[in-house]
Nanobody, 120 residues
Framework: QVQLVESGGGLVQAGGSLRLSCAAS????????MGWFRQTPGKEREFVSS????????YYADSVKGRFTISRDSAKNTVYLQMNSLKPEDTAVYYC?????????????WGQGTQVTVSS
């Protein structure tokens, strides 16, 4: 089973940028579709973005479309989430996920999460 470790979170002012990284190990990175989710206290974990391992197609939640960009580097076994024009409502713990198909990504492997805090 693949292990995932997120990094890159932190505190940033509204309008700023962060790049999250998710390093995968213990599995064949190219076998997995990858995604990012986020969660705030008392709320369900919500989908942010995903990227297909085969087509490279990317998908985004409407709330982040045009501001966030997901990408993957197979040489580094890493998936990234570039977050621009950050808003206070983007504050959350961000989780990386991996699965053999995007349809089952919520049932896949998860990282421990990284905190993103956007101040107004």
């Amino acid at each position: 089973q693949v292990q995932l470790v997120e990094s890159g979170g932190g505190l940033v002012q509204a309008g700023g940028s962060l790049r999250l990284s998710c390093a995968a190990s213990g599995g064949t990175f190219g076998s997995y579709d990858m995604g990012w989710f986020r969660q705030t206290p008392g709320k369900e974990r919500e989908f942010v973005s995903s990227i297909s391992r085969t087509s490279g197609n990317t998908y985004y939640a409407d709330s982040v479309k045009g501001r966030f960009t997901i990408s993957r580097d197979s040489a580094k076994n890493t998936v990234y989430l570039q977050m621009n024009s950050l808003k206070p409502e983007d504050t959350a713990v961000y989780y990386c996920a991996a699965a053999y198909t995007l349809a089952t990504i919520r049932q896949g492997s998860w990282g421990q999460g990284t905190q993103v805090t956007v101040s107004s």
